[in-house]
């Protein structure tokens, strides 16, 4: 089982109105670290939220990509939120 497949059979599992409406991918296919999620629908969840429980399950994981938005742990941490990874 893939880190991709982990990710998002996680996702489905801990949020219960994800349904498969965020779905993980490899953002790039030369790095591992870097992940994209596409949305086939708007979540329910806002997305920090989804951000900050990917990086606390998987730890190899860096940047997460969504649209237009770039999250690390470190722009998560210094964007005064209540959230520290």
């Not at 939220?49 to 969504?66: A, K, T, Y």
């Amino acid at each position: 089982m893939s880190i991709i497949e982990k990710i998002n059979a996680a996702l489905d599992k801990h949020f219960k109105s994800n349904k498969g409406n965020v779905q993980a991918d490899i953002a790039y296919p030369w790095c591992d670290d870097k992940i994209r999620l596409d949305m086939k629908r708007r979540p329910r969840v806002d997305v920090r939220h989804i951000c900050v429980f990917i990086f606390r399950q998987n730890p190899d994981v860096q940047m997460i990509l969504i649209d237009t938005w770039i999250f690390t742990r470190e722009t998560i941490n210094r964007a005064g939120n209540r959230f520290k990874i």
